[in-house]
């Protein structure tokens, strides 16, 4: 191969530390540079394709023109992009070895870091906005956050942390509600949760250090002086397959571009950077414009606005509104227009790396621009060596037609935008699954000019985006529609023409056809209400004679025009404080900060990944199954073997001992049974040479039958994982005789885990008695050590489990991370070397499963009254390829599926189809948000049928008296009923039940939901063995206290809690004590950290321990009362007794006799209600979350801040589940859905605008530590109250259209599900296509 020339050198810096890198790879990103290169691990990797925000940095540039400061995400920024800049990182603002940053230390204070994985790229988003604007507005902080992704924490305290900078703000939380804190503290001490009283307070404000703005790093002098005389000179940085070029000149790039015509230019490569990474393009010269000032230059005219096109979308998004402020309205309709568009797209990183060139040059089908631009007559002015020239932005244009293109050799220099004119409208519509950071389903936009002085079309102009390969222009329909006068008659026709020329076959890419045809006429509907609406404005003000000729449009029926807004979220979090007589130096019961966060904060928190690489390291990548059921013929490897760095595959016949069971294997043999089943893997020098190779292994298949992915298949091939559950009392069929009866089916969506840290482990063999150490992000060590214990045939006590923290689980670290463990183990075995195995976001997605879909039908008989007298439930989860916790999942749903009902007749059947898709697994809740969801849906069904609220139904139904279960476990129903009550009055239900009726009355396109929902929530495994737990504790001889439990720490704050627990028993400080870590080799034979009981049964064994070291203590503590700790401990060494403990909990009692229907299967129930209100816009199906009210069963909380920040991030993931969350397969069984773009986790806007939770108070239970309970799960299923809100809000719809009100449920409630419920003339008049005669894009599996 010939050595490329020598590369210039890459001079930029890295938190104020010059950087020189002489032999950079252009193919390398600021995060691989960043983690690997510099050993900077606070920057995380989460999706690698710029959606999920972990990874964001600050980037500073002298430009006179645009911001200084602006966070991007690392993953996507070309480390070559970054010549001339200064980068910030979340360790260059602050270390808890030297002083942390303010911003760090308010998240962290404020409870906003769970797991902590989201934290660092929270910090840096914020942190931009500060240095940008120190006392920025609330709407500047949301919109700072709106592209970074928080998995466990619900928002709130992050948002709370951010507010506390605000100028609008003093980081109260009740200002708009009346109730302020600090009035309410006045009595109360100052300390957060002192006396026994409820308090509002988690944390001390005043504890705060200022943020003074003159302690910031400062812009390099060095990098200042670079920009005052800038390069001129082209400077090439040469790879070894990739050559950067960067001229410092136009005439440099123009040349440049007749030398590579097929040179892509760089920009913010937020288009260019995920395709290449996922469609595999691969460009061997790169031209980067960035150094070129013609690029950005801004020209106002009188007659319009030319942006350069390498401003970014953010840069764009300024100069509109400076503009829009200047003009007049007539003459900004279009830059309102794009305004619009530019506030929902992607989140402020990407905007802030984007380019408008890029945006437009890329045609994305989805684009939210490029239909505002072609509507409003947008140019593009090109130039080349050859000269410039002017082309429209057209339907030509965007179509890709070679005559009305770029020439390859030319390069977009700036956009022209026209001002509107006088009699010109402008509008911009979209929809996508959420509000904010989300793609699309379809926008459009739309122009109208009317001749002067009336309202007969002059000029037309339509566009839409998501129904086509590009932006697709209805230039047929607008030509047609000329002359037109702007009335019902014309909408008619242009809904039909427009319903002609934008046709969508059923079988079109992304699928939600009807959904999308019926957006193409619902936002022409909103359009032509807007301009009417205007049109009349205009009218009455020039006191036209005739203005009543327009149509009148009622108040009602102006819903439909009026947008949702994003607002900063509010609210109260209540909590009852400890007891006043609790000594001061307790904490149990305090809101005590994350003992990690502000490890976090600054990034300083390890991660598995972020262990430095170790001596000879290897990399392995997986090779998975693109086939859903084959038989594998052949696995060819060679050329794989052949690539530079790689050193192995490892395939089944290297495992030594047993390969996972006969139907699970951890690598295929013979036959695979789900596209994404990991058939070997490649062990590289590198991750991307790992990578690369795993494009080479070629295995044969042959296709085997039958293929099965829905559970409706799997019930007609009778595919079933395990026997049936059942449970039943009473007479089911007698009593259906004597009441009416209503049978409806519920279909429950699956659900992505979407920790933020995805799988990964680290396996290092040792030299002696084949030792391994085994670094791995896991929920249950033990089960990784087990696993790879019975892979390699070696016994455990040679195998090290070691889990610091995982980043994020719900349950789905808790069974894979062992077959991968196992994998990376043998790999290390074989190469004798240490294996990193991280999974990329798409592969985590695509491999490991979820939340089981559910199909549930339900038979249910009532009387007239809405007393419920016999339910008969049958419940199928599609559990995938393989057993997994399948059945354990199947019995969890059926013993918790009456909730909080007491129904006399009850039948309960689940069974666990076996289909050939990915297998299901553990997820928090374990099958109760599926299945509770059939229960109360039956609830609301039967409230429709008789009339009546659901929340009656559910009152005349509800447990009242202490009584049995289903399966005959007696229990006292008393806190739900508190709850439940308190729900209602906390969120003044019933009045606003009335407003809710009033508002719906006088709106016609938007209707509102109010909903509550009870829940009875049984904690624990059902089974006894599940509930021991030990723990390890060492007293050191200055005094310091190690503590080792069982548990992992997750985000849920287990190992706070536990030193919270350990100082109560052991009387001394916190600051005494420390957690390393979970270690198979300290605490052995641990359980799964899971099923909401960690912290209990752990807390009982360090408890334990901690009570036979002080019994231990105490003759030494009598005999010297007035000894400090350190004394004691220095007397009890000299005096030769033990100052290690080993603690232990030998468990609740639960069994379950499933022969007989009996058992005591859960130590303990959690209680809840929750109260939302939606508002729901019928023409687009999107809502707007008005309110959540929560309260909870917690008993004595240990920690307040933690359990309602477990409280609050699970609803919001049990919101995400309802409402947003949807995973799409295709009809051959590939999920498409792999990335945060595909699949919407809630964000930032998506959190309630008022959410308040409160911790019932007076609550006991003489069962667990300090009569606290676990809430690591239960508040999942209360997110189905946004659900029954939006569903209540539909079916006040179909009420008022007289629609049957009944109809099939399905969740989750996305703006496809309710703007199809929502049936209207615009829904009637779509075509709709015969099932059998197209091959649609994805198919249901629930
Ligand atoms: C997470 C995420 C979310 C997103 N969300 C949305 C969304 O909600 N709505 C939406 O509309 N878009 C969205 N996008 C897409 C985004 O708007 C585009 O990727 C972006 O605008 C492209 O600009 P860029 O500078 O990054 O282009 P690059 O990736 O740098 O370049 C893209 C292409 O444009 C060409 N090009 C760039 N500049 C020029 C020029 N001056 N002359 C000629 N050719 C040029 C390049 O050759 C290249 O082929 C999202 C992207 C991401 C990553
Ligand atoms: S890892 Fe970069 S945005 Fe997700
Ligand atoms: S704390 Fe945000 S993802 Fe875990």
Redesign the pocket.
């Known amino acids: 191969m010939p050595c490329p020339p020598p590369s210039d050198e890459l001079v930029f810096f890295v938190n104020g530390r010059k950087v020189i890198e002489r032999n950079v790879d252009p193919e390398g990103t600021l995060l691989t540079f960043l983690r690997k290169n510099l050993r900077l691990t606070g920057t995380k990797y989460a999706c690698g394709?710029?959606?999920c925000g972990a990874c964001t940095v600050m980037v500073s540039k002298n430009d006179p023109v645009s911001k200084k400061h602006f966070s991007v995400t690392a993953c996507?920024v070309p480390i070559c992009s970054l010549y001339g800049t200064a980068v910030t990182t979340v360790e260059g603002i602050g270390s808890i070895k030297t002083r942390i940053h303010p911003v760090q230390e308010r998240i962290a204070k404020c409870h906003g870091t769970q797991c902590g994985f989201c934290t660092p790229g929270m910090v840096m988003s914020m942190y931009t906005l500060l240095r940008n604007h120190p006392q920025p507005s609330e709407e500047q902080l949301m919109e700072a956050l709106g592209g970074n992704l928080c998995r466990c924490s619900g928002y709130r305290p992050i948002l709370e942390s951010g507010r506390t900078f605000c100028m609008d703000s003093d980081g109260c939380q009740q200002k708009r509600t009346g109730q302020c804190c600090l009035d309410q503290e006045e009595s109360a001490s100052s300390t957060p949760g002192r006396r026994n009283e409820i308090s509002t307070k988690l944390f001390s404000k005043e504890e705060f250090q200022p943020l003074d703005p003159t302690q910031e790093l400062i812009f390099p002098p060095e990098l200042l002086r670079m920009t005052e005389n800038p390069e001129k000179r082209t400077l090439s940085f040469y790879g070894e397959r990739v050559t950067w070029i960067s001229p410092g000149t136009l005439k440099d790039l123009l040349q440049l571009k007749v030398k590579h015509p097929e040179a892509?230019?760089?920009?913010?490569?937020?288009?260019?950077?995920?395709t290449v990474k996922s469609q595999g393009q691969f460009h061997p010269i790169l031209l980067s414009?960035a150094r070129i000032p013609e690029?950005s230059v801004v020209t106002k005219t009188s007659e319009g606005l030319t942006i350069g096109?390498?401003c970014s979308?953010a840069q764009m998004k300024d100069i509109l509104a400076e503009r829009i402020s200047e003009l007049p309205e007539e003459k900004t309709q279009t830059y309102q227009a794009l305004l619009k568009q530019l506030q929902?797209?992607?989140?402020q990183q990407?905007r802030n790396?984007?380019?408008?060139?890029?945006?437009i040059?890329?045609r994305?089908c989805?684009?939210?621009?490029n239909p505002v631009l072609a509507v409003g007559n947008a140019a593009l002015n090109l130039v080349s060596a050859e000269g410039t020239r002017q082309i429209p932005l057209n339907e030509h244009f965007l179509a890709g037609l070679e005559s009305t293109d770029?020439k390859p050799e030319?390069?977009?220099?700036s956009v022209y935008i026209p001002h509107s004119r006088k009699g010109e409208f402008v509008s911009a519509f979209r929809q996508?699954q959420c509000q904010q950071?989300?793609?699309?389903h379809v926008n459009a936009s739309m122009r109208v000019l009317f001749k002067e002085g009336t309202d007969s079309v002059e000029d037309l102009s339509i566009a839409y985006g998501g129904v086509g390969t590009t932006t697709v222009c209805a230039q047929k329909s607008c030509q047609q529609l000329l002359g037109r006068r702007w009335n019902e008659l014309m909408l008619d026709e242009a809904c039909r023409l427009l319903l002609d020329e934008v046709s969508l076959p059923g079988s079109a890419l992304g699928g939600r056809v009807e959904f999308k045809r019926t957006l193409v006429v619902s936002f022409l509907f909103k359009f032509y209400l807007e301009v009417l609406q205007e049109l009349k404005k205009l009218a009455k003000l020039l006191s036209v004679p005739d203005s009543r000729r327009y149509p009148d449009i009622s108040d009602r029926f102006l819903s439909a025009i009026k947008d949702f807004s994003v607002t900063t979220p509010r609210g109260v979090q209540t909590y009852q404080s400890v007891d006043s007589c609790q000594p001061l130096r307790d904490p149990v019961g305090h809101p005590i900060m994350h003992l990690s966060g502000l490890k976090h904060a600054t990034g300083e928190a390890m991660f598995c990944d972020d262990i430095p690489v170790v001596d000879r390291e290897l990399f392995m990548v997986l090779v998975t199954s693109s086939r859903a059921h084959a038989k594998i013929i052949s696995i060819e490897l060679s050329e794989a073997l052949e690539l530079p760095g790689v050193v192995d595959v490892i395939t089944a016949e290297d495992i030594p001992g047993t390969n996972g069971a006969e139907d699970d294997r951890f690598l295929a043999v013979d036959e695979v049974l789900c596209v994404g089943q990991i058939i070997c893997a490649v062990v590289a020098e590198t991750d991307i040479q790992a990578k690369r190779a795993t494009e080479k292994v070629k295995i044969t298949y042959e296709d085997l039958e039958p293929v099965i992915f829905t559970i409706q298949d799997a019930i007609k091939h009778n595919s079933f994982l395990c026997p049936e559950k059942k449970l039943e009392k009473g007479n089911v069929e007698e009593a259906f005789e004597k009441v009416d009866q209503t049978v409806e089916e519920v279909h429950v969506g699956g659900q992505e885990h979407f920790y933020m840290e995805t799988q990964r482990v680290l396996v290092i063999p040792k030299t002696e008695d084949k030792e391994l150490d085994i670094f791995v992000s896991t929920q249950d060590p033990t089960h990784v050590q087990k696993t790879v214990s019975a892979t390699l045939n070696i016994p455990i006590n040679r195998i090290t489990c070691h889990v610091k923290r995982v980043g994020g689980g719900f349950g789905g670290k808790v069974g894979r991370p062992a077959a991968l463990g196992a994998i990376a183990a043998v790999g290390a075995v074989k190469t004798g070397h240490p294996i990193r195995l991280v999974l990329d976001r798409e592969d985590d997605m695509l491999i490991t499963g979820g939340r089981h879909p559910l199909f549930g039908k339900y038979k249910v008989g009532f009387m007239n009254n809405g007393r419920i007298k016999a339910l008969d439930v049958e419940c199928y989860i599609n559990g995938g390829c393989t057993l997994d916790d399948s059945e354990m999942v199947t019995e969890f749903l059926i013993l918790k599926l009456e909730n909080a009902y007491k129904i006399r007749n009850l039948r309960f059947r689940g069974r666990a189809c076996r289909t050939n898709l990915p297998s299901n697994t553990a997820f928090r809740g374990f099958g109760f948000p599926q299945g509770t969801l059939v229960t109360e849906s039956c609830i609301t069904a039967v409230a429709a049928r008789c009339g009546l609220l659901p929340e009656k139904i559910r009152e005349k139904n509800m447990y009242k008296t202490v009584d049995k279960t289903i399966y005959k476990q007696a229990f006292s129903p008393e806190p739900l009923i508190r709850c439940w009550n308190e729900c209602l009055d906390k969120s003044s239900f019933h009045s606003r039940r009335t407003q809710v009726d009033e508002f719906n009355k006088k709106n016609y396109w938007k209707k509102k939901g109010i909903a509550v929902v009870p829940m009875k929530f049984s904690v624990g495994f059902a089974a006894t063995s599940y509930h021991q737990a030990a723990a390890l504790v060492h007293i050191y001889t200055d005094g310091s206290v190690l503590v080792t439990h069982g548990g992992n720490e997750l985000g849920q704050g287990i190992h706070t809690k536990m030193l919270q627990v350990a100082s109560r028993e052991l009387k001394i400080p916190m600051s005494y004590m420390h957690i390393c870590e979970t270690s198979t080799a300290a605490v052995p034979n641990t359980i799964a950290t899971a099923a909401s009981i960690g912290a209990d049964v752990n807390g009982r064994a360090v408890q334990n321990a901690c009570q036979i070291l002080l019994k231990r203590l105490e003759p030494i503590i009598k005999k010297n009362p007035e000894g400090t700790w350190e004394d004691w401990i220095e007397a009890a060494f000299e005096q030769r007794i033990s100052l290690s403990a080993t603690g232990y909990f030998r468990g609740y009692k639960a069994f379950m006799d499933w022969d007989k229907g009996e058992g005591d299967p859960f130590p303990y129930y959690v209680y809840g209600a929750a109260c939302s209100e939606v508002e729901i816009d019928c023409l687009t199906g999107a809502h707007k979350k008005i309110r959540t009210d929560i309260v909870m069963d917690a008993c004595c909380s240990l920690n307040p801040a933690i359990d309602i920040g477990q409280i609050e991030g699970s609803f919001i993931q049990g919101m995400g589940l309802y409402t947003t969350e949807e995973l799409k397969y295709s009809p051959e069984g590939i999920l498409y859905s792999r990335s945060?773009?595909e699949y919407k986790i809630p964000t930032i806007t998506d959190v309630p605008e008022e959410f308040n939770v409160s911790l019932l108070p007076s609550s006991q239970t003489p069962l667990t530590i300090y009569s606290s309970k676990g809430l690591g799960e239960s508040g999942m299923f209360l997110g189905s109250s946004v659900f029954f809100a939006i569903a209540d809000a539909v079916a006040s719809v179909r009420r008022e259209r007289d629609i049957a009100e009944d109809f099939t449920v399905q969740s989750p409630a996305t703006p496809e599900w309710v703007r199809m419920a929502c049936a209207d003339q615009f829904t009637e008049m779509i075509p709709r296509d015969d099932p059998k005669t197209f091959k649609p894009w994805s198919i249901p599996i629930a």
């Open positions: 394709g710029g959606g996507l892509p230019l760089i920009l913010g490569n937020t288009s260019l950077g995920p414009p690029l096109a390498g979308l929902s797209l992607a989140g990407i790396m984007a380019s408008l060139g890029g945006h040059v890329s994305h989805y684009s939210d621009l770029l030319e390069i977009l220099e996508a950071n989300a793609l699309p945060p773009n």
